[in-house]
């Protein structure tokens, strides 16, 4: 993908052509957009059938033995030279991937590798695959406590760097939609939490939103994304949690930030749920009122809402101070500024193009003074009664 007739100086490796793409993958895609959109950079996407049983069979080889094989990817051996290769990986396994693409290092000055999920606890378990990860210059972790582990290992440069969003796709401005939702839950999720936004559905006339499939692919990553960015952004209160929250066995004590806080702020969506008690998340999120602090498996959350809701008066300055921040800090434009800054290379003039649009959606959304709309609740059935809670709690900080 070439931009205002330049030579590509960047090589992205994507996996939007492989035969079923998982919803976790959409961000990585969106990402590459972005890069795309900024960068003078081009795509090698090979096909690829993820349920196949060559890929299936590697994949456990790969697991017990030091053997290399394609796992039946199609071969796109390069044949230009790139200053950088970027690959954004989901977890270790997809480094076998790689391999389609013949001796691609020699093709490029340097490489970038961006793993998705890695705890601490899985490394042992992925030695064979974290062996590949030593063709590469530097290695970026979306999990803040794996790196130093992670370096220690493969003895190759890793840093942090927290997810990120399109803030332009996710921003409500300048035209800001009605929030018609009162509650939007994605992905995983608490049934005791869930279960109590049942009953207030039934009790309040709430309109909670969410998953009612288990999805496993998505037929187009981009008119996902989009889709999710509407609803998003039309929704009064989003549930944020840790990544794998319900899973220390996978995850050990690790406290990781997901995807979801950077969404559902650069929406202007309330965020409600567990905030990470880790160092990183008070660095990239360190404005006031910036969630509302839920317990996991907590059955308190139609109460801590209509708590909240009891003052509507506070809410608009959180959500324009969430839209606010994301629009000049966790756009995606910013992590791949930081990516060039950690190999030694400079941005390109295009990408001033886009932190204009930012800049402006910034001012647009501090300059709002716009009253909040009222609850769903409220609007149906009047006021709604207050009532102190015990294991949950509105936090400011």
Known sequence: MNLQNQVPRTLIFSQRNFSRIMPFRCPHFEFEDVIAEIDAAEFVSPS??????????????????????????????LQKTYDLFFAVFGNPTDLQLLHSLGDWRSKCRKAVCLIDELWVRQLR??????????KFDLVVLYYSQTVESLASQIGVPCIFLPPG?????????????????????????????????????????FFYLYDSLAANQVPNPTEHRLLFANVVKRSRYFIANPGLIDQPEIRGDQIEIGNRYFEGAASGALLI??????????????????????PWDSAEIAHVIKEFDADLS???????????????????????????????????????TRKDRLLRLAALAAA??????????????????????????????
């Open 125 to 134: 378990d992925y030695r064979r695959f974290l062996t590949m990860l030593k």
């Open 48 to 77: 690829f059938d993820f349920g196949s049983l060559r890929h299936k069979l590697t994949k456990q080889i790969a697991y017990h033995t030091p053997i290399v094989i394609n796992p039946g990817v199609e071969s796109k051996p």
């Open 368 to 397: 709002d003074k716009s009253q909040p709309a009222l609850p769903t609740s409220t609007h149906r059935n009047g006021p709604t009664t207050v009532r102190a809670t015990t294991n949950a709690r509105t936090m400011i900080g």
């Open 273 to 294: 749920g567990v905030r990470p008690s880790n160092s990183e998340f008070s660095k990239y999120f360190d404005w006031p009122d910036i969630m509302i602090d839920l």
């Open 165 to 205: 969003v399109d803030a332009i796709r996710f921003c409500p401005y300048p035209n800001p939609p009605r929030r018609t939702v009162d509650v939007y839950s994605i992905g995983r999720r608490s049934e005791v939490t869930h279960r109590a936004l049942l009953e207030a559905v039934k009790r309040d006339n």
């Open 314 to 352: 506070r809410q608009a300055p959180i959500r324009r101070r969430n839209i606010e921040h994301c629009l000049l800090r966790h756009d995606w434009l910013y992590r791949w500024e930081a990516i060039l800054d950690a190999v030694g290379m400079e941005g390109l003039p295009q990408a001033q």
